[in-house]
DNA sequence: TGCATATAGATGCAATTGCATCTACCGTCA
DNA sequence: TGACGGTAGATGCAATTGCATCTATATGCA
């Protein structure tokens, strides 16, 4: 087999400065939006995903696929942002288990809130430090090694 | 000036693989570590920095510069590493408030364990996934999003 | 020296996460 | 139909994180 148990140099560079980096990043932006006064990024993920649903909204476990967040977690978090009233839990016709969730008009202006923030973190920490060329490398280097693989 | 407060169509593309995968390799390796009944990445971060440094050890607010974690982590994180024996802290001469770290060869035990573990999820999750050309380019535009950046 | 300010690290308490499990409903197949 | 395994989502409890603050020592400076 082609496998290796003991990764390369380059391979331990790669996976340290991807590591750093990313956790970098993140805080950055979670500092951002703490600084504005609002929620975390976790909470943009799961908005942005049902904004981009639309009307029709999605149910927990669309969105678990989606965000990669954990059962549990998604489950807790979707009642913070219904307490909240950034979201509605819609009973599901065909499946008396389910129930779908639906962005509010309230959960669409936070959104908006909150992407002035992180939009403007996006082009500050990556827009602005990489061409555009670059940046679609880096699209393509980093989409390898997504599982499953996004080959463009 | 230059500063963009709407991000490219490139820089969110690369922004969002880089917020998922890496958000999906770092579950990979805790799973794995999971599986193996090894402690999570963060313990290997510290071990790590604490093995390099060697005998002298680190002071605490060195931990805290290279690992990136908040301070009340690594204080909490460094109790649970002296609690299961893996370090120990030892009072510093010329500083009253401090103390240094050091890895104790349990920890050093623990910290190759961990490795065979976490370098071959590396191995396979991003080294049998690019060339070491493509890996380097990686590196290259990962250091360049760093900070500071790191100019190779 | 003596006070103000800064730094190193710890900690109480609230919020979140992780784990395991639970409830409710669904679909299948005898 | 009805027993059974599977899926959707919630939840109790322990561990961890985040925040704010606290203690203790160090440092600068009048």
Redesign the pocket.
């Known amino acids: 087999m082609t496998e290796k148990a003991t990764p390369s140099p380059e391979a331990i560079k790669a996976w340290a400065r991807l590591m750093r980096v990313s956790r970098q990043l993140v805080e950055s932006v979670?500092d951002a939006l703490?600084e504005g006064g609002l929620?975390?990024l976790?909470w943009y993920d799961v908005l942005h995903e049902l904004a981009e649903a639309g009307e029709g909204g999605l149910?927990?476990?669309?969105?678990?696929e989606r965000t990669l967040?954990?059962?549990?977690?998604?489950?807790?978090?979707?009642?913070?942002l219904e307490a909240d009233g950034l979201v509605e839990?819609l009973p599901?016709a065909?499946?008396?288990?389910?129930?779908?969730?639906r962005i509010t008009a309230k959960g669409r202006e936070t959104r908006r809130r909150m992407w002035t923030v992180y939009g403007r973190s996006i082009a500050e920490l990556v827009g602005g430090k990489l061409s555009a060329d670059e940046l679609k490398m880096m699209s393509t280097l980093l989409g390898r090694l997504r599982d499953p693989p996004v080959l463009d």
């Open positions: 979670e703490k929620p975390p976790a149910r927990p476990f669309q969105l678990i967040f954990a059962q549990y977690n998604i489950s807790r978090l979707l009642a913070r839990k599901v065909d499946d008396g288990r389910g129930q779908t969730i």
